[in-house]
């Protein structure tokens, strides 16, 4: 499929009534394709007003998508990749980045790689995106809960005028995970979707901090302090950038990227060990070089800054990874400083809750829908985002996917209708 703002529409005389329920990325994005298709699109959604996590997101500079090759870009996706691969290619990064430049929204690649709008914000690019929604027909119903279907098949809301039904032509359901509930996506769809025997995989954080058992020391002291340019390793696996200590543990991108293999041995293990390696571009052999000046008259902590470059920070966690015995890293030869500074263990007991997650991991199992994200056992039911069971780090994936099943999900619904109508 080409970028939405160009395919060209596509004559309807029906004027299928389509239901859009959940208005985040997947659900704006399926509503855009089905708008531009001729059917009638109405968005609902249980807010006050729609894109909510979309505005969360742009705090940090609205990442988009990623610049990456697109087979490594797919590899992202892990397992899920090969049922998200037509959706993404259909709706490609390079298709984003001109669908958002068509919201005249110009964007720019970050030394990372990762793709952010010119203005850093996602305001700009929500109000042009609603207007140009708004523009093409599609009504909004706020403040409209779902709640799942009656014995005859419609669709429950609840609203502030009491509970309706409705029966539309199709229905998308993009009401993301459980993340961040108090902005919308509170997962409540997973009672309604079990009830109608879908089977859903529980809703677990992900993108997600973690808990250690930190000194009071460090908590009172170091808390929201960050750990900058640093490399982090969980059994095979290393990543490099950075974490920010909190009172509770740890979180920040480095840790976000390993979350996945994190959770899953701590559920299994009930914890789990990670490595920081704190001067990642400094050989161990240079390091304990350096370590082995004189330290003279100075503090230990001036020395390492010194000779380590090495912030407080970093220099606390080297004294919590040898506590109780506080003197140790005093003590220690350079040899072993250094060993220790390249690989600090950090224990990790627990996970921070899902309401602080960036992102839902577990959801629709991905064999409950066909080739189509439509619903096997709801024929005109068609599902997108982080409904589904799929999981992506940081760095563009997650809007990237959500736009690009949002996109499917639509395609499926229209061909859906087209078959409905021939038949």
């Not at 997947?26 to 001729?38: D, H, N, P, Q, Y």
């Not at 690019?125 to 119903?141: C, I, N, Q, Y």
């Not at 403040?143 to 419609?154: A, I, N, P, V």
């Amino acid at each position: 499929m080409a970028n939405p703002q160009t395919q060209a529409p596509h004559s309807s005389e029906s004027h299928s009534q389509v239901a859009v329920i959940g208005g985040g990325p997947a659900g704006l994005m399926a509503a855009e394709v089905l708008a531009r298709a001729g059917a009638a699109v109405t968005v609902y959604d249980r807010m006050p007003s729609v894109g909510r996590k979309l505005l969360l997101a742009g705090r940090g500079g609205l990442n988009l998508t990623h610049s990456e090759d697109i087979e490594r870009f797919l590899g992202r996706y892990g397992a899920a990749a090969p049922r998200l691969r037509r959706a993404i290619e259909a709706l490609s990064p390079t298709d984003v980045i001109a669908w958002c430049e068509g919201l005249g929204q110009p964007t720019f690649v970050g030394s990372s790689g990762r793709v952010f709008p010119k203005t850093m914000k996602a305001s700009p690019l929500l109000r042009a995106w609603l207007e140009r929604l708004r523009t093409m027909g599609v009504a909004f119903k706020l403040r409209h809960h779902w709640r799942g279907w009656d014995d005859g098949g419609q669709l429950l809301f609840d609203t502030p005028q009491g509970r309706i039904a409705i029966t539309p032509d199709a229905t998308v359901l993009a009401l993301g995970g459980a993340s961040w509930p108090r902005l919308g996506s509170d997962g409540g769809w997973v009672g309604p979707l079990t009830d109608a025997g879908i089977a859903v995989g529980d809703l677990k954080p992900a993108n997600c901090g973690f808990l250690a058992p930190w000194s009071d020391v460090l908590k009172s002291r170091f808390a929201g302090a960050p750990l900058k340019r640093i490399g982090i390793s969980f059994g095979d696996t290393n990543v490099r950038g950075e974490a920010i200590i909190t009172t509770t543990g740890l979180e920040g991108g480095a840790v976000y990227a390993l979350s996945a293999l994190l959770r899953e041995a701590i559920a299994e293990e009930g914890e789990a060990t990670l490595s920081i390696d704190l001067r990642p571009d400094m050989a161990h052999s240079e390091l304990a070089q350096r370590l082995s000046a004189p330290r003279g008259k100075q503090s230990l902590s001036t020395f390492l800054r010194k000779a380590a470059s090495l912030p407080p920070a970093a220099i606390a966690l080297l004294h919590e990874a040898t506590a109780p015995s506080t003197s140790r890293v005093a003590t220690m030869p350079p040899d072993a400083l250094a060993s220790l500074i390249k690989a600090v263990p950090v224990r990790l007991t627990g996970v921070a809750p899902i309401t602080r997650a960036i992102s839902t991991a577990g959801g629709i199992l991905l064999d409950e829908i066909d080739e189509h994200f439509m619903l096997r056992r709801r024929p005109g039911v068609f599902v997108a985002g982080e409904m589904l069971d799929w999981e992506a780090p940081t760095g563009g994936y997650l809007l990237q996917a959500s736009f690009a099943t949002g996109a499917a999900a639509a395609r499926g619904a229209l061909d859906w209708l087209a078959r409905a109508g021939a038949a």
